[in-house]
């Protein structure tokens, strides 16, 4: 059944099957540094690049570059305020800002156009992590959303992480 591991764990698995980080210049970086909690810099630079499931692509850092730069929402002033650190498979974008007490993650619908805004999502890093593999489990073929039962303990578990995030969970859950 599908549960919330602990981001330590994840954050491992993710180690062992990174690709080689991809190279940025010093400034680049600097002007990420700028917006990016450092601890979650280093974490994008080691293990971005990879989809941890299918609407949760963790973006290399020139990839945060490139999606932030070419997305045209000047209500939300991405490269600023906002960063672009995931995509989905769809086109939508996982948005993420440095906050007092480290990072908040949001969620940005393609669908809406330019004048989208944020959906926040009630979430750190870290737990972004944590939904991304729940989400990964269950689309697992012996652990997907296969009855209500099982919507229903997906649920539950999207608001142990986050209370409420099952209403603001930006996918139907439902079979």
Sequence with gaps: MPAIRPAGEIVAELSERRCKPAGVSRKARETLAAGLPPDLLSLVDDLGGQEIAGDFMLLDLSQVLRETAERDHPMIELGKTWWVFGTSG????????????????????HD????????????????????????????????????????????????????????????RLDV
């Design 112 to 171: 809406q156009g330019c004048d989208a805004l944020p959906l926040e999502m009630g979430l750190d890093f870290a737990q972004w992590l944590q939904l991304a593999d729940l989400m990964a489990q269950v689309e697992q073929p012996e652990q997907g959303i296969a009855d209500s039962a099982n919507a229903d303990n997906i649920a539950r578990e999207l608001n142990r992480l986050s209370e409420g995030l099952s209403g603001r969970y930006p996918y």
């Design 90 to 109: 769809t086109g939508d974008a996982w948005l993420l800002r440095r906050t007092e007490h480290g990072s908040q993650v949001a969620f940005l619908d």
